[in-house]
């Protein structure tokens, strides 16, 4: 069975720092493209960015309103994935879900976490 | 704003069939598969339709969905109580490199 499971979420004060994980398991985490999509209370859904697979060298790719401050990073000997948020403003205040495809051939997000609340605010 | 369009809010009562649109551009829609999510209160999304109109395992038939050009729509028939939700759209968008989602519709079932 497929699970992840995100944790680290909570309260960072404006231009502070926050390192999400995403733990994983049913699936070889090597295999697979794994993105991050976050939801502001009461908003829609915004994706964040992915983490390629192995086979594509674990490229990054970002969405503009992260890019620079927020990194994607893995470690498939853990079976874990990461988000390093940093210079956080209180726009980015959401729920933050990590998901993956349903298999290393497919583009689109079938499996996702219960998300991690991240709040930013003094 | 998202750069794929959809309406804010769509409403019907019960066995009634509604659809849900989704508006985009030759870079995302027009290029790309499109995908649909359910999000019920206080949960994740999860997948209703894929690569434009299949259904994953589970998922009722009287989920179906459709594209055309750069323009997609999602068809609710038989619409029942449970199916009180906000869906979403997604796709990739070629010009920003990146994901895409609609800016979700609120189904209310009268």
């Known amino acids: 069975e497929v699970q992840l499971v995100e944790s680290g979420g909570g309260l960072v004060q404006p231009g502070g720092s926050l390192r999400l994980s995403c733990a994983v398991s049913?699936?070889?985490?090597?295999?697979?493209?794994m993105d991050w999509v976050r939801q502001a209370p009461g908003k829609g859904l915004e994706w964040v960015g992915r983490?390629?697979?192995?086979?594509?060298?674990?490229?990054?790719q970002y969405a503009a309103s992260v890019k620079g401050r927020f990194t994607i990073s893995r470690d498939d000997s853990t079976n874990s994935l990461y988000l390093q948020m940093n210079s956080l403003a209180t726009e980015d205040t959401a729920v933050y879900y990590c998901?993956?495809?349903?298999?290393?051939?497919?583009?689109?997000?079938?499996?996702w976490g219960q998300g991690t609340l991240v709040t930013v605010s003094s | 704003q998202s750069v794929v369009t959809q309406p804010p809010s769509a409403s019907g009562t019960p066995g009634q069939r509604v659809t849900i649109s989704c508006s985009g551009s030759?870079?995302?829609?027009?290029?790309?598969?499109i995908y649909w999510y359910q999000q019920l209160p206080g949960t994740a999304p999860k997948l209703l339709i894929y690569?434009?109109?299949q259904r994953p395992s589970g998922v009722p038939d009287r989920f179906s969905g459709s594209k055309s050009g750069t323009s997609a729509s999602l068809a609710i028939s038989g619409l029942r109580s449970e199916d009180e939700a906000d869906y979403y759209c997604?796709?990739?968008?070629?010009?920003?490199?990146?994901?895409?989602f609609g800016g979700g519709t609120k189904l209310t079932v009268l």
């Open positions: 998901a993956t495809p349903p298999s290393p051939s497919e583009g689109y997000l079938y499996y």
């Open positions: 049913g699936f070889i985490l090597s295999d697979h493209y």
């Open positions: 983490s390629k697979n192995e086979a594509n060298s674990y490229t990054t």
């Open positions: 030759n870079s995302n829609i027009g290029s790309n598969n």
């Open positions: 690569k434009n109109d």
């Open positions: 997604s796709t990739w968008d070629n010009s920003l490199t990146g994901r895409v």
